[in-house]
């Protein structure tokens, strides 16, 4: 439940955990704590992280605010590349569609993602392009555009697209 996260830490120490030592955040051998507040309450705002605070522990954090913490973190920087590995395993329905829309404004925004997943329709749903592997070996890449649940599904379980 807590992937990607340190579970006693709070939602703002969680937030800075890869930037702590950089500015804003560092002031020589001190944090700059108006700094990581700030940032905190944008993330909190932005991501749509719902808590008490920003000082509440990640550990008593829902599924789906945990993962808003850990996109936060990881999307502050504009990444031009994500690796997005099953992002919405185990999420309601409601944060499964923020995390969608999140990493849709990525996109957006012209980041590449490359998105790992077994969920048919997140598939179908987020992709420009599908590359199905089965054991290892390529099946087919196809554009998602007009692309079809059957097909994908065949190639799923080890047929070659042109055997489709």
Request: hydrophobic share 40%.
């Amino acid at each position: 439940k807590t992937m990607g996260t340190v579970p006693n830490m709070t939602i703002r120490e969680n937030l800075i955990l890869k930037s702590y030592r950089q500015r804003p955040f560092s002031r020589g051998m001190f944090l700059d704590n108006k700094a990581s507040e700030e940032n905190a309450r944008r993330s909190m705002s932005e991501y749509e992280i719902m808590a008490p605070s920003i000082d509440t522990a990640v550990k008593v954090l829902s599924g789906g605010n945990i993962q808003r913490v850990v996109l936060a973190r990881e999307l502050s920087g504009n990444p031009r590349l994500i690796i997005a590995a099953h992002p919405t395993y185990g999420l309601d329905v409601g944060a499964t569609e923020q995390v969608r829309q999140i990493l849709l404004r990525q996109r957006g925004r012209g980041a590449g993602i490359l998105l790992i997943s077994e969920d048919l329709e997140e598939i179908m749903t987020m992709s420009d392009r599908i590359l199905v592997l089965f054991q290892g070996q390529v099946m087919g890449v196809i554009d998602a555009e007009g692309a079809q649940i059957e097909k994908i599904g065949l190639m799923m379980a080890g047929t070659k697209e042109e055997e489709t």
